[in-house]
């Protein structure tokens, strides 16, 4: 008779055991040996260098409910027998033991507690979580294959969304139709199921109906349940190869995890790579029952922010030669230098494309209000300036930069969107462009070529830097700490000298406060300096060789660890001189600008707000941020003002006043091609203003004196323009 119920002592170590663990006697003393290490780990490791403090002893008794481990400790603490293999090899073995184990100290760290009947009691202690970390590098997830099924994987990327918190059973209570015998039946964790057993173990007596197959009845109420959420990561911008698609992983937290990631994060994570049988899975993989879909079942996280990806990865070398390099006298002009070495010219874009890179500092107010540290540029002109170019050298460069077209992006694409989920028919929220780039630039081109209403959705992300979305029942705020580097052509084109600068610049007053620095390209047509740009081009097309100099991409490498280094290192303040005087300047821009506006009887295109002096403020720290200073001094705001002089408020001049200089010969050339517009135009009709200048040339006419006869009637109100410019509209 000895060993009749041996097989039914471990049942409910099945689900975590399932190669009968119990009924090996070696496996089983393997597995106490194990848990017995595990707890003296936890209990008496100690750091080297501070051998009387037990970390982990001490995080137990402050936070019962989760425990932190570091692999590296695992494997310093006990080298012959490694805990730390056996944890990586089959983690699902040997994790639940570790949650044990630190539940079983948890218990012993405690003191007894008085019970209602005054008995010294046990005190309850619930389960503790383990969240492990490592110090390795992460893989990529496309390395991720059949080999590291079951096993502990460490990857990283961005969470593009999160689904609902739900409840998963743990242990699940099963009540027998027939006999009411009851029965719990562990749950696998993760996204698994339970294993339901198809008959029930129950005797029938004498004269009692026999418990059919499948008897059982599934009790939720009495089940035990905790939290979980799926989430979806997504490769890292950078890490994904040329021309490919990026991939998505699909993520399982659990208990204390849950909820503590927002879509746009930077994550990297520990997890055991499981597989899960999908529920609706397409009609082609109908009858496949061998084929199961990967997912990870998280067991750590970390979140990568600009702090953390900072001073951690530099090499004591780098530090040296960065610190070197901050304290030469010349560092702006040798970072400007190295901005698009490809391309002529334009030294200012340059500066101001070294100064968006950097940025200035972020600050936080007592009463919680954030101003950003991020500098926006708009680059204005004519084709074949190199506009798209830069953005293409700053997403190469920039620590963190994604690439949109105007044309292509939508609202949502740019903020966020909120999905409905295939299988299980709810919503959940996708982070779009300006959420990836959080902490780095977000680079889009033809930016007047974009719908009005989808530009108006970077308002908010340009100036409060969040993205705050109310749709389908979900309402929530993102971060979007992102620079803006946008490109844009004039209406026509081409930049017009003969039209205003509000008819070049045709963006809303609204979005142009919120750029820093607004730069006009043009293509000017002088002998002298195409001749330079001509040899410079040539120069650059048969010096470069095919296969692209390995000099190069170290140089492009050095620049973006650099900025890297300064952007989590320096966080520089104005000094006293050096804000005192930039008061005294912005007020006497302030009063140019008023000047300007009641000589010319109206605004100008380029608003100069509030919002223009915080924008100084940011260059000159940008300024002090590339050497390393902690102070931004008179020289740096000396520069800065130059700089904003020498873009906004230059866009802000631009194009002709009314008081254009006329010779009388011209002014009778406007007076008649005058008359002949309002001869070929009624008063209240439309014309489309092509065809208009057309037929004038056609009777002989010069176009350019046609357009200025317009624009002067436009300026007295005698005609007006609609459909964004295409069509004349005579007034009564």
Same mark, same amino acid.
């Given at each position: 008779?000895?060993?009749?119920?041996?097989?039914?002592?471990?049942?409910?170590?099945?689900?975590?055991?399932?190669?009968?663990?119990?009924?090996?006697?070696?496996?089983?003393?393997?597995?106490?040996?194990?848990?017995?290490?595990?707890?003296?780990?936890?209990?008496?490791?100690?750091?080297?260098?501070?051998?009387?403090?037990?970390?982990?002893?001490?995080?137990?008794?402050?936070?019962?409910?989760?425990?932190?481990?570091?692999?590296?400790?695992?494997?310093?603490?006990?080298?012959?027998?490694?805990?730390?293999?056996?944890?990586?090899?089959?983690?699902?073995?040997?994790?639940?033991?570790?949650?044990?184990?630190?539940?079983?100290?948890?218990?012993?760290?405690?003191?007894?507690?008085?019970?209602?009947?005054?008995?010294?009691?046990?005190?309850?202690?619930?389960?503790?979580?383990?969240?492990?970390?490592?110090?390795?590098?992460?893989?990529?997830?496309?390395?991720?294959?059949?080999?590291?099924?079951?096993?502990?994987?460490?990857?990283?990327?961005?969470?593009?969304?999160?689904?609902?918190?739900?409840?998963?059973?743990?242990?699940?209570?099963?009540? @027998?139709?027939? @006999?009411?015998?009851?029965?719990?039946? %562990? @749950?696998?964790?993760?996204?698994?199921?339970?294993?339901?057993?198809?008959? @029930?173990?129950?005797?029938?007596?004498?004269?009692?109906?026999?418990?059919?197959?499948?008897?059982?009845?599934?009790? %939720?109420?009495?089940?035990?349940?905790?939290?979980?959420?799926?989430?979806?990561?997504?490769?890292?911008?950078?890490?994904?190869?040329?021309?490919?698609?990026?991939?998505?992983?699909?993520?399982?937290?659990?208990?204390?995890?849950?909820?503590?990631?927002? %879509?746009?994060?930077?994550?990297?994570?520990?997890?055991?790579?499981?597989?899960?049988?999908?529920?609706?899975?397409?009609?082609?993989?109908?009858?496949?029952?061998?084929?199961?879909?990967?997912?990870?079942?998280?067991?750590?996280?970390?979140?990568?922010?600009?702090?953390?990806?900072?001073?951690?990865?530099?090499?004591?070398?780098?530090?040296?030669?960065?610190?070197?390099?901050?304290?030469?006298?010349?560092?702006y002009e040798n970072i400007c230098s190295k901005i698009a070495p490809s391309i002529f010219g334009h030294v200012d874009v340059k500066k101001a494309v070294a100064c968006l890179l950097f940025g200035g500092s972020r600050k936080t107010l007592p009463d919680g209000v954030r101003l950003r540290g991020d500098i926006n540029v708009l680059l204005l002109g004519d084709p074949s300036t190199a506009k798209s170019q830069f953005l293409k050298f700053v997403e190469k460069t920039a620590p963190i930069a994604v690439y949109t077209s105007g044309k292509g992006s939508s609202a949502a694409g740019l903020t966020a969107s909120v999905i409905r989920d295939n299988s299980t028919r709810e919503f959940y929220l996708e982070g779009g462009a300006m959420v990836l780039a959080d902490g780095g630039v977000v680079c889009i081109d033809e930016f007047d070529k974009m719908r009005p209403e989808d530009r108006v959705a970077i308002h908010e992300a340009m100036e409060q830097q969040t993205i705050s979305i109310a749709k389908a029942g979900i309402t929530t705020v993102l971060n979007s700490r992102t620079s803006v580097l946008a490109a844009a052509n004039p209406p026509s084109g081409r930049y017009d000298d003969l039209k205003t600068a509000q008819d070049n610049i045709d963006l809303q007053t609204t979005i142009l406060s919120r750029f820093d620095l607004i730069f006009i390209v043009k293509d000017i047509k002088m002998f002298s300096q195409d001749k330079k740009i001509a040899t410079h081009i040539i120069q650059v097309h048969t010096s470069a060789n095919a296969a692209g100099e390995p000099r190069d991409t170290k140089d492009d490498n050095w620049l973006k660890r650099y900025i890297q280094y300064c952007r989590s290192m320096s966080q520089p303040r104005l000094s006293d001189s050096a804000a005192t005087s930039l008061q005294q300047t912005y007020v006497e821009i302030r009063q140019k600008m008023r000047k300007q506006a009641n000589e010319t009887g109206e605004a100008t295109a380029v608003p100069i707000t509030v919002r223009q002096l915080e924008a100084i403020v940011r260059l000159s720290e940008s300024l002090a941020k590339m050497r390393l200073s902690n102070v931004a001094n008179d020289i740096d705001v000396v520069e800065a003002v130059r700089l904003f002089e020498n873009s906004t408020m230059d866009a802000a001049k631009s194009g002709i006043n009314q008081h254009i200089n006329l010779t009388p010969e011209m002014a009778n050339e406007i007076k008649q091609a005058e008359s002949q517009i309002k001869r070929r135009m009624g008063i209240g009709s439309h014309l489309s203003e092509r065809r208009l200048i057309d037929d004038l040339t056609r009777m002989g006419l010069n176009e350019s004196v046609v357009r200025r006869a317009l624009i002067i009637m436009h300026q007295r109100e005698e005609v007006e323009y609609k459909r964004e410019r295409r069509v004349i509209y005579r007034k009564a």
């Amino acid at each position: 008779m000895s060993g009749w119920d041996e097989g039914a002592v471990h049942y409910s170590d099945q689900a975590q055991f399932p190669h009968g663990a119990g009924a090996d006697p070696e496996q089983a003393a393997n597995r106490h040996t194990v848990l017995r290490k595990f707890k003296e780990f936890i209990r008496n490791f100690a750091r080297p260098n501070e051998p009387n403090v037990f970390p982990y002893r001490e995080s137990l008794v402050q936070n019962p409910k989760f425990l932190l481990v570091n692999l590296t400790d695992l494997l310093t603490y006990d080298k012959d027998q490694d805990l730390r293999d056996l944890l990586r090899k089959n983690p699902s073995d040997y994790l639940p033991l570790f949650e044990t184990a630190a539940a079983e100290v948890n218990a012993n760290l405690k003191a007894r507690v008085a019970g209602e009947t005054g008995e010294m009691e046990e005190p309850q202690t619930g389960e503790v979580q383990i969240l492990l970390k490592s110090d390795e590098d992460p893989v990529s997830m496309r390395a991720l294959g059949a080999q590291y099924i079951s096993k502990l994987v460490k990857i990283s990327g961005i969470t593009i969304a999160a689904s609902r918190t739900k409840a998963k059973a743990t242990y699940v209570t099963l009540l @027998c139709k027939n @006999c009411k015998n009851v029965k719990v039946v %562990p @749950c696998r964790p993760g996204l698994g199921g339970a294993i339901v057993p198809r008959s @029930c173990d129950h005797v029938a007596q004498m004269g009692e109906t026999p418990c059919p197959v499948d008897p059982w009845i599934v009790v %939720p109420d009495r089940s035990k349940y905790v939290d979980q959420q799926t989430l979806k990561l997504q490769e890292n911008p950078e890490d994904v190869p040329t021309g490919e698609l990026p991939r998505n992983m699909l993520l399982s937290v659990d208990r204390q995890l849950v909820q503590t990631i927002v %879509p746009g994060t930077r994550l990297t994570i520990m997890g055991i790579y499981s597989i899960f049988q999908a529920s609706k899975t397409s009609t082609s993989h109908k009858g496949a029952v061998a084929i199961r879909q990967p997912y990870i079942r998280v067991v750590g996280i970390e979140e990568t922010n600009e702090a953390t990806r900072g001073p951690a990865n530099f090499t004591q070398e780098e530090v040296e030669e960065f610190k070197r390099f901050a304290a030469e006298g010349n560092v702006y002009e040798n970072i400007c230098s190295k901005i698009a070495p490809s391309i002529f010219g334009h030294v200012d874009v340059k500066k101001a494309v070294a100064c968006l890179l950097f940025g200035g500092s972020r600050k936080t107010l007592p009463d919680g209000v954030r101003l950003r540290g991020d500098i926006n540029v708009l680059l204005l002109g004519d084709p074949s300036t190199a506009k798209s170019q830069f953005l293409k050298f700053v997403e190469k460069t920039a620590p963190i930069a994604v690439y949109t077209s105007g044309k292509g992006s939508s609202a949502a694409g740019l903020t966020a969107s909120v999905i409905r989920d295939n299988s299980t028919r709810e919503f959940y929220l996708e982070g779009g462009a300006m959420v990836l780039a959080d902490g780095g630039v977000v680079c889009i081109d033809e930016f007047d070529k974009m719908r009005p209403e989808d530009r108006v959705a970077i308002h908010e992300a340009m100036e409060q830097q969040t993205i705050s979305i109310a749709k389908a029942g979900i309402t929530t705020v993102l971060n979007s700490r992102t620079s803006v580097l946008a490109a844009a052509n004039p209406p026509s084109g081409r930049y017009d000298d003969l039209k205003t600068a509000q008819d070049n610049i045709d963006l809303q007053t609204t979005i142009l406060s919120r750029f820093d620095l607004i730069f006009i390209v043009k293509d000017i047509k002088m002998f002298s300096q195409d001749k330079k740009i001509a040899t410079h081009i040539i120069q650059v097309h048969t010096s470069a060789n095919a296969a692209g100099e390995p000099r190069d991409t170290k140089d492009d490498n050095w620049l973006k660890r650099y900025i890297q280094y300064c952007r989590s290192m320096s966080q520089p303040r104005l000094s006293d001189s050096a804000a005192t005087s930039l008061q005294q300047t912005y007020v006497e821009i302030r009063q140019k600008m008023r000047k300007q506006a009641n000589e010319t009887g109206e605004a100008t295109a380029v608003p100069i707000t509030v919002r223009q002096l915080e924008a100084i403020v940011r260059l000159s720290e940008s300024l002090a941020k590339m050497r390393l200073s902690n102070v931004a001094n008179d020289i740096d705001v000396v520069e800065a003002v130059r700089l904003f002089e020498n873009s906004t408020m230059d866009a802000a001049k631009s194009g002709i006043n009314q008081h254009i200089n006329l010779t009388p010969e011209m002014a009778n050339e406007i007076k008649q091609a005058e008359s002949q517009i309002k001869r070929r135009m009624g008063i209240g009709s439309h014309l489309s203003e092509r065809r208009l200048i057309d037929d004038l040339t056609r009777m002989g006419l010069n176009e350019s004196v046609v357009r200025r006869a317009l624009i002067i009637m436009h300026q007295r109100e005698e005609v007006e323009y609609k459909r964004e410019r295409r069509v004349i509209y005579r007034k009564a």
